[in-house]
């Protein structure tokens, strides 16, 4: 039996926020696995630098352009990921209605793509959809607790109107598609101007800053490292049948920003001290995934511990500043590892 035009050609990705700090990975990754990628981003928050070494690679295309605006491939594609969001507080509270935009018509764009493709959609959600949560942990089907007037709104419920939407098209099956819940995630290519705790932490204790912690610091946080997450998003978009739900894709280890700023402290050895500042409106208190969906249904967990991704994570702020520390970061690592009050403990 002759093949379909569709069996017959390279299957093809798109990448919605290609040139992100996630979606550079994401890339990657796909082009080991034999796809032919297209990477579409407006640069707002993407960087070139992050794509540079894959920009000559066989398969690869990028396209310049916001999803708020139709996009116009060319060509069909078997699937796409909607990774196109800026992700940190002050970068989404920068141009909020933009951040709006992106959420709802950058989603129903790629929604309608999708559809005219036949094509497997996934959705890069957030934690964010469950607010400050009154549940904890935060489970999938926990409805959360969010300010919808508030100044992260336009990322919180922006992101919750993009779900909507998803699992509108998916009940009308006009589109498979499938979300994942993200949480704190980090590793190289943040940047190192975003704004997000991890990379603030790092940054400031390399150039000798005071590190600056946001209310009391007894705010939890849980943070997944990079290769982690990319792995689980691949794993969702893989798995048949549709899961027909979310997914929360994050390290269930839970710990203060206290106790990360002491342990950034003992890694880089900076004599930095900590100052606070008052805690942003609507900043959660606890947050902490629950993955027993993704465990259950993907066979997915985080195996990166907390000092080896920060380790790396240092490494490549280190390379950028030119800061001679990168060969002392292994060391003091292990040293952390084992006198950081049990964070060697964390799951992994």
Not at 57 to 62: A, I, T, V, Y
Not at 175 to 186: G, H, K, L, Q, S
Not at 339 to 344: E, F, K, V
Request: proline fraction near 7%.
């Amino acid at each position: 039996m002759r093949r379909t035009k569709k069996a017959q050609r390279a299957k093809t990705v798109l990448v919605a926020g290609g040139a992100g700090f996630l979606g550079s990975h994401l890339c990657e990754a796909l082009l080991r696995d034999g796809w032919r990628v297209i990477c579409a981003d407006n640069f707002l928050t993407g960087r070139m630098e992050n794509i540079n070494a894959i920009m000559d690679k066989p398969g690869f295309r990028l396209i310049e352009q916001d999803i708020c605006r139709p996009l116009e491939l060319g060509e069909p594609v078997d699937r796409i990921f909607n990774l196109a969001c800026a992700a940190s507080p002050p970068r989404y509270q920068a141009d909020p209605i933009h951040t709006t935009r992106t959420c709802v018509i950058g989603t129903l764009n790629l929604l309608e793509l999708a559809a005219r493709n036949d094509a497997r959609l996934l959705q890069a959600s957030t934690s964010e959809v469950y607010g400050d949560p009154e549940q904890h942990p935060q489970r999938e089907d926990y409805v959360g607790h969010v300010n919808c007037t508030g100044p992260r709104a336009c990322y919180d419920e922006g992101k919750r109107t993009a779900e909507t939407l998803c699992f509108d098209y998916l009940r009308a099956a006009k589109a498979d598609v499938r979300v994942a819940r993200i949480f704190n995630t980090y590793g190289p290519r943040m940047d190192p101007a975003d704004g997000r705790i991890v990379s603030n932490l790092i940054m400031q204790a390399l150039e000798k800053r005071p590190l600056t912690i946001f209310g009391d610091g007894l705010q939890t946080r849980s943070f997944c490292y990079v290769s982690d997450l990319i792995d689980g998003l691949m794993r969702l978009m893989d798995f048949d049948p549709n899961p027909g739900k979310p997914i929360n894709l994050g390290n269930p280890g839970e710990f203060t920003i206290m106790r990360l700023a002491a342990l950034v402290k003992a890694m880089t050895g900076t004599k930095s001290e900590m100052t606070f500042l008052p805690l942003p409106q609507d900043d959660p208190r606890r947050r902490q995934p629950d993955i027993s969906r993704a465990k259950a249904l993907l066979g997915w967990t985080p195996r990166v511990p907390l000092n080896e991704g920060l380790a790396r994570t240092i490494g490549y702020f280190a390379s950028l500043e030119g800061v001679p520390i990168g060969n002392q970061i292994a060391g003091r690592a292990t040293r952390a590892r084992s006198t950081s009050g049990g964070l060697q403990n964390l799951p992994v």
